[in-house]
């Protein structure tokens, strides 16, 4: 398949901080690619490079066959990019919007209609209101239709999902899926791990640097260590507890329950005679399947205990 973007010992520094440590990777064209991970992990700054806004320290990216830094002029009108922060004209209207992005990359907003029918159809009755004074899902919409009129050959979203409610961001990645079916290959990143599964390939990145890139499935899938959900009662004293039990590989919360992964399965039911002499009651401890968020905890112990 073919490649959409190629890179090479690629990095970037602000000042003495490391933003973006060296990094080799490629992804192929028509695919959904996620890069997933907290705030301060370095996905705004690698999207900033490959989408030649930003020049790397050291390294180099060509996306569509082409080098982000000598051939910027070039790559533009390929790409489509929707920053993180909303950066649409917020004194001009839905429309004004736009029919400015459609005239800046010389085409008609009717040209390209096919693509954001879905899309902007629903926002088509605010078309006469202020951008600024949108909602949060609908100034995104708006947005994604700004990036996709010129129709790109690649679409970089940066945390498209941040501030939105859940229905929208289930409606936003319901427009994504049909966007690749135009051929579009799609980077997305976003700090909501539960949204790996949306994609096809993923990037797991923290301070930096990639920790795991495979697809959702193959990711979870290998994790081997007994995994445990643990529930007491007792919840301010659960975690001090789990603490003190000797046979423990590693321990977080999650939501109202406890991740507890061992150094052996059997260990599992020494943990609940431990547990049960410290008292706890209503105790419920489960063998669970991990899910990324729980691979992306266990990767970041292995890289930065």
């Not at 977080?252 to 431990?274: H, P």
Request: with cysteine; glycine share 6%; aromatic share 10%.
């Amino acid at each position: 398949m073919k490649t959409a973007i190629e890179i090479e010992n690629l990095a970037h520094n602000y000042g003495l901080v490391e933003a973006l440590k060296p990094l080799d990777m490629s992804i192929e064209s028509g695919t959904l690619f996620g890069f997933i991970g907290p705030d301060g992990a370095g996905k705004t700054t690698l999207f900033r490079i490959l989408t030649s806004l930003l020049l790397p320290t050291q390294g180099t990216a060509k996306v569509l066959g082409l080098d982000v830094v000598d051939d910027y002029r070039k790559l533009r009108p390929l790409l489509g990019y929707m920053p993180g922060r909303f950066s649409l004209y917020q004194d001009l209207t839905v429309a004004e919007n736009l029919q400015f992005f459609a005239k800046l990359f010389k085409t008609t907003i009717q040209e390209n209609y096919h693509l954001i029918k879905d899309i902007y159809d629903q926002i088509a009755p605010f078309k006469n209101r202020l951008a600024g004074k949108l909602s949060g899902g609908m100034k995104q919409k708006l947005a994604l239709s700004c990036a996709l009129i010129h129709k790109p050959e690649l679409l970089f979203l940066d945390e498209p999902t941040t501030g939105v409610d859940v229905v929208s961001r289930a409606e936003f990645w319901e427009m994504l899926r049909k966007l690749k079916n135009y051929g579009i290959t799609i980077v997305v990143s976003t700090p909501y791990m539960d949204e790996a599964a949306l994609c096809d390939k993923v990037a797991l990145i923290q301070k930096g640097k990639i920790l795991q890139t495979d697809s959702p499935n193959n990711i979870t899938e290998s994790f081997v260590k007994p995994l445990f959900s643990v529930k007491s009662n007792e919840r301010n004293s659960l975690s001090k507890d789990i603490e003190t039990f000797g046979k423990t590989d590693s321990f977080y919360w999650f939501g109202d329950s406890i991740r507890w992964i061992g150094d052996d399965e059997k260990d599992a039911d020494l943990l609940r005679i431990y547990l049960q002499q410290k008292n706890h009651q209503a105790l419920e401890i489960k063998k669970i399947k991990a899910s990324i968020e729980d691979c992306f905890m266990d990767l970041m112990k292995g890289n930065y205990e």
